[in-house]
Structure formats: C-alpha cells, structure tokens
C-alpha cells in the first residue's frame, strides 16, 4: 500500500489542494492526515470538508480538539485563541461532531501514527530532540512511527546500539535492525528555512518498504483569509510563519497588503508576550528584555496596532543577551505587542526580565 502521510493544514485549502493533487500523480492509494486540519487559515469549513472525503485516516490535533471543545486553548496566545473562536462559528455541528470523533493513534501496515508523540497522545508532546524520540521508541516495538506538530520535516532513528540520532530529511529504506520516527513537515503553515518555505508531506509505500519526502513550493497568498468586498475586517488574514527569519516573511506580506491583518503564532514558539496601551504622544518603544546566561536567543516582533485592532507596523529583532533598542511607533498607534519568539523549535530560551516601555523622545 502506498500512503501519503500529512499533516498540519491549518485551514489552508490552496495548500491541501497541491498536496493532494501531487500525491495523486505520485500514486498514493491512500492519505492519512496527522492533525491539525483546522486553526490559524483562512478556510475551514472547506479544508474539514475535502480531507473527510479524500483521507483515510484523520488523527486529532491539538487545534482539531480545541476547536471542537473536546481540548483546552487557555495555553494558546490571544491571536490563536481568535482564530480557535473564528473556526469552531464557521463550522456546522456535524463538522465539530466529527473533529471530537478523531482518534488520537493508528496503526498503518505496522507503523504507528499521531500528532504530537505516542507517549501520551491527547497531551500532544512535541518530539524535537533525541530525548523525546528516545520516549517515543521505548514505548513502542513499531519499526516505524509517524508524527506531526513542529511543522518542520524530521528524522529520527535508532539502530543495534540503542542511541538515538537526529537526521536531515531525506528519502530511505526502512532497514530490518532500524527504527524510526518521522514527521512529514506541514502541508498549510511550514517553517521558513534558507529563504524559502514548502509545503510537505511523505509518501510511505509498505510494500517497498520506502519513505519519500516531498516538497511543493508554498504560496503566501494561500494563507490569506477571503472574504466579501463589503467585509473589510477580516478580509486578509496573514498566518505568520514564525521560525527564525520567517518573520521577515511575514514582514513583507504586510508591507504588501495594506489590509487588517492578524499575525499569528504557534504557540508552542512562543516564550512570552506582553501588550502595551499607548497615547498620542509617545514615540518609542523599547521591548526592555533580558535572558539568562547562555540562554538560547529569541525573536523579537513588535506588532502596532490601531484602536481598531488593525495592524499598522510590524518590526522584528533578534535578541541574543538584551534589548532596550528603541523602535519608532508608527502613525496611528494604540497598542503595541511585543512577543518573543524562539528562533527554533528546539530552543530552550529563558526570560529573566521582561518590561516594554514606552517614551515621548
């Protein structure tokens, strides 16, 4: 049998629709969905409707459940909590009927799948390093085992010794005395890297015993949220994509699209977020942000909102010890917020000091 695996489609349609018609071309008999059809896109009501007809298997996300009722957003930043909110009125009550219905693991041809780890599944660990993964091998005796929620294309594997590596993506051939845990990346909202970004997923062909990763070039645009010409508020909804030097990306959206836009994170990247109210007559903004000795570095974004919630200037700084840079407010300004962000999912920053501020000079 040959599947193609994905997962993390965060209510993009454009992008599931690519995925699904190259996977097609590549003979896939059958597609299996790790989670996350919904949260953060433009279009769920039509992503949940195409992967009920064209998947085989959908397992719960995190958004999938927190949309649904079935899980919790009090863990989620304001922005994704909006869009938990935005989603679960767009969709009818079969759609949320059927989201709380997902289950959390499967097996396929025997491999084993979930969103986030098969330790405790429902809980939707990460698995980014070598000690996750190792969890994960010593809780099952499957050969191969699928997972999701990083958004970014892995590959762990362990042999006869017992440790357990880290590796690029690549394409391979399930070896008799090799394990391994892969995750195909995301279909609706991937991770910038090298200056690019792609949709991904993997094809799993059990009989040939081969696992392919695929690459299709991601469209920004997709990730906008339509709308009617008479509904301004929310009619371009932009998804950042938050990892690293991917907030340039998003940077550039907004200059592009001078519309209301949202900027939303994965809340699993982000290490704090504070909110400041500003008047008239302030002119600067400083994140005045400390981190521990030998902490790992974070992103800085400053957002600057209108009283009406629209966004009206975005400015973005790495942080590697301090920052009490100061950042000009753009014209129009109510509200700034400042969120720091890990530059890598695997990351472990610390917070010592955290007080944005803002000054008339």
């Known amino acids: ?166 590796t690029a993506p690549q394409d391979f051939t399930i070896e008799d005395h090799k394990r391994y845990i892969v995750n195909p990346g995301s279909v609706g909202y991937p991770r910038e890297s090298g200056g690019k970004c792609f949709s991904s997923y993997v094809l799993y062909d059990s009989a040939e015993r081969t696992v392919t990763f695929r690459y299709l070039p991601f469209q920004v645009s997709s990730v906008m949220q339509r709308g009617e010409a008479k509904k301004p508020l929310g009619k371009r909804l932009v998804a950042a994509i938050v990892a690293g030097v991917a907030l340039v990306v998003a940077i550039a959206v907004w200059a592009l699209v001078p519309k209301t836009i949202e900027v939303v994170d994965d809340p699993a990247l982000v290490v704090a977020e504070k909110s400041l109210p500003l008047d008239p007559d302030l002119r600067h903004v400083s994140a005045n942000i400390t981190l521990a000795k030998g902490s790992d570095p974070v992103q800085m974004r400053i957002v600057f909102e209108s009283p009406s919630g629209t966004v009206v200037g975005v400015e973005s700084l790495t942080v590697k010890q301090s920052s009490k840079k100061g950042v000009r407010i753009p014209e129009g300004t109510a509200r700034a917020r ?24």
């Open 1 to 166: 049998m040959r599947y193609a695996i994905i997962s993390d489609i965060h209510a993009n349609l454009t992008a599931l629709q690519a995925v699904l018609a190259d996977a097609k071309r590549r003979g896939a008999e059958k597609v299996v969905c790790l989670g996350d059809v919904v949260g953060y896109g433009p279009l769920p009501a039509e992503a949940v409707a195409l992967v009920r007809k064209e998947c085989f298997v959908v397992l719960a996300g995190n958004h999938d459940d927190a949309v649904s009722g079935r899980g919790d957003a009090s863990t989620f930043i304001d922005l994704a909590k909006e869009a938990v909110a935005r989603h679960r009125a767009a969709l009818s009550e079969d759609d949320l009927a059927w989201l709380r219905s997902l289950p959390y693991t499967c097996t396929l041809d025997k491999a084993v799948a979930a969103h986030g780890d098969i330790f405790d599944p429902p809980k939707f660990y990460y698995v980014l390093d070598e000690k996750g993964a190792e969890a994960n091998f010593a809780k099952t005796d499957a050969r191969l085992v699928f997972v999701g929620h990083t958004h970014e294309p892995a590959i762990f594997l362990t042999g006869r010794s017992g440790a357990v590596y880290k």
């Open 338 to 361: 400042f969120t720091a962000i890990k530059t890598r999912p695997e990351d472990r920053p610390s917070v010592v000091f955290f007080a944005p501020s803002a000054s008339i000079k």
